[in-house]
């Protein structure tokens, strides 16, 4: 499976921006996926996941009230809406997927599959 992440970019602080992660599987429906990110000199860190219809969500406490993962039940695609940027948000964010689809959890081991990951920038 290969995932194609695309939305990121330069914004400033307070700005919104949407992320998009395609999976390239026919049966990309079977698949929860999720968002890490990795700022500069730190680790890779969980911030959204969904399973595999949409209905499950979950989020790092950083993030939870500023964004948004959505997920099509009928489409593999899922994105990731963030609003009230801040400079502390500037990573690479990177999409993932687990072949368990109703895993939502903050564990990479979990997820086989990473998208080669988009830069978001946030300028204070």
């Known amino acids: 499976v290969q995932l194609q992440a695309s939305g990121g970019g330069l914004v400033q602080a307070g700005d919104s921006l949407n992320l998009s992660c395609e999976p390239s599987e026919r049966t990309a429906n079977t698949l929860a996926l999720a968002w890490f990110r990795q700022a500069p000199g730190k680790g890779r860190e969980f911030v959204a996941g969904?399973?595999?219809?949409?209905?499950?969500?979950r989020y790092s406490d950083l993030v939870k009230d500023r964004f948004t993962i959505t997920k099509h039940s009928e489409r593999p695609t899922t994105n990731l809406h963030m609003r009230a940027l801040k400079a502390d948000d500037t990573a690479v964010y990177y999409c993932?997927?687990?072949?368990?689809?109703?895993?939502?959890?903050?564990?990479?081991?979990?997820?086989?599959?990473w998208g080669q990951g988009t830069q978001v920038t946030v300028s204070s």
């Open positions: 969904i399973n595999r219809l949409g209905e499950v969500t």
């Open positions: 993932a997927a687990s072949r368990d689809g109703e895993y939502v959890g903050p564990s990479a081991a979990h997820y086989s599959f």
